[in-house]
């Protein structure tokens, strides 16, 4: 079993930043791809960024050159630092876990953008 627990959600004008963190707890041998996915009202559930046990991330399209994902492996954390935010990055914000066999999702944050 693995538990996720995020922080760093909140209110932001445009062009504004946030940190989003997400630490794994719980047990288990091997946490191997971690990341953020976000669901906005009404829509749904999109990847925002991954990143590999190994440090490799991925980004959606629509967050390349503003958002980056990092990882600290000794203390199973990532960290999602979002820059010039826009207001149709207003969404829940889910971190994910995936382990074998299971994948794990945080409870969600919320970020609103207003602007």
């Known amino acids: 079993q693995v538990q996720l627990v995020e922080s760093g959600g909140g209110l932001v004008e445009a062009g504004g930043s946030l940190r989003l963190s997400c630490a794994a707890s719980g047990s288990f041998f091997r946490i191997g791809v971690m990341g953020w996915y976000r669901q906005a009202l009404g829509k749904q559930r999109d990847m925002v960024a991954v990143i590999t046990d190994g440090g490799l991330p991925h980004y959606a399209d629509s967050v390349k050159d503003r958002f980056s994902i990092s990882r600290h492996n000794a203390n199973n954390t990532i960290f999602l630092q979002m820059n010039n935010l826009k207001p149709e990055d207003t969404a829940v914000y889910y971190c994910?876990?995936?382990?074998?066999?299971?994948?794990?999702w945080g409870q969600g944050t919320q970020v609103t953008v207003s602007s």
């Open positions: 994910i876990a995936i382990t074998t066999p299971n994948d794990y």
